[in-house]
């Protein structure tokens, strides 16, 4: 089982739409979780971190669920330029940090 | 302030050359990691630093591969007699002193071996 796993998508959606990506990892252990977007040929950019109590920014949410091993993004009135791949990131023990393969979404016109 | 950045940004050798590729971290940041992305692929964790130490090296995929920092800034990683399989992306990421503190990513080192 991989450490941090994603659904790679793609998921198309039209424009305004909300849409939801989860991402599982498996050692309880973690402290810290990040989503990461990517655009193509880019470098992964921090899109934010997600905290024990849920966190918002704009149009973006994350949630954390410890019990279930689960953290979440979810994109309300999505946009064009919100196309890319999103990245979940994970923290083991002091230093590592455990990226997912990543979600791709296409935002659709 | 500046960011992570990379040098070259492109880079193409032929096969059995050797090749360099320079990082510079944020000011400040202590902890510095190399990664590897192939095309479509997920990163590859490479190697691990802490100041000028590499604690964890786990990643590197042959001992064609190395790195070295100093005076706990500027990186380099090496690979010798580069394969047509070293083909990808080389990012580099620094964070104030490793997790949980966020990572800032350079734009990377595009590497095509011929």
């Known amino acids: 089982r991989k450490e941090v796993e994603q659904d790679p998508g793609p998921f198309n959606v039209p424009e305004g739409a909300t849409v939801a990506f989860n991402c599982t990892y498996s050692?309880?252990?973690?402290?810290?979780f990040f989503w990461y977007r990517q655009d193509c040929r880019k470098e992964p950019k921090l899109l934010m971190s997600?905290?024990?109590s849920g966190n918002e920014d704009g149009r973006f949410t994350a949630q954390l669920n410890r019990a279930s091993q689960y953290i979440s993004l979810l994109i309300r009135d999505s946009k064009l330029s919100d196309s890319a791949t999103y990245l979940c990131?994970?923290?083991?023990?002091?230093?590592?940090?455990?990226f997912g393969t990543g979600t791709r979404l296409k935002v659709l016109a | 302030g500046a960011g992570v950045s990379q040098s070259p940004s492109n880079k193409v050798t032929e096969k059995g050359k050797d090749v360099e590729l320079r990082c510079d971290p944020i000011?400040?940041?202590?902890?510095l990691y190399w990664y590897r992305q192939s095309l479509g692929q997920g990163l590859e964790f490479l190697i691990y630093?802490?100041?000028?130490?590499?604690?964890?090296k786990s990643g590197l995929p042959s001992d064609r591969f190395s790195a070295e920092r100093t005076g706990g800034s500027v990186s380099t990683l090496t690979i010798q007699r580069t394969q047509q399989e070293d083909s990808a992306v080389y990012l580099c990421?620094?964070?104030?002193?490793?997790?949980?503190?966020?990572?800032?990513f350079g734009p990377g080192t595009r590497l095509t071996v011929l």
């Open positions: 990421a620094s964070s104030l002193a490793g997790g949980p503190d966020t990572q800032y």
């Open positions: 050692n309880s252990a973690s402290q810290s």
């Open positions: 997600v905290y024990s």
């Open positions: 990131v994970v923290t083991s023990g002091t230093y590592k940090y455990i």
């Open positions: 000011s400040g940041h202590t902890a």
């Open positions: 630093f802490q100041g000028n130490s590499a604690p964890d």
